[in-house]
């Protein structure tokens, strides 16, 4: 069966850190972009890092410095690193993969981050 699990959400300090998992099972990983968005109420999903199989990585420009993606190929696990939280960091956070072959997508769903003062 095809999923993908997240891990790691919770409560965090402003200016704290957290490390989100989302472990994958039932894809070829290594053949799919992965990637973590976000969505906050009112607000649309909206990307937040990518990394390809080859391992170019791309970051929304509101977490450039602060967050970083990694995967691990052989766990199959993609990770989030999240630095420096501030306030708007707060959201629920979905992983997502996509075939570089046939764009088929998936996602997780979902895990809770949440910042305190």
């Known amino acids: 069966q095809v999923r993908l699990v997240e891990s790691g959400g919770g409560l965090v300090q402003l200016g704290g850190s957290l490390r989100l998992s989302c472990a994958a099972f039932g894809i070829v990983f290594e053949t799919n972009t992965m990637g973590w968005y976000r969505q906050s109420p009112g607000n649309q999903r909206e990307l937040v890092a990518s990394i390809t199989p080859s391992g170019d990585i791309n970051y929304a420009d509101a977490v450039k410095g602060r967050f970083t993606i990694s995967r691990d190929n052989a766990k199959p696990t993609v990770y989030l690193q999240m630095n420096s939280v501030k306030p708007e960091d707060a959201a629920v956070y979905y992983c997502?993969?996509?075939?570089?072959?046939?764009?088929?997508?998936?996602w997780g769903q979902g895990t809770q981050v949440t910042i305190s003062s």
């Open positions: 997502n993969s996509e075939c570089q072959y046939t764009k088929h997508q998936r």
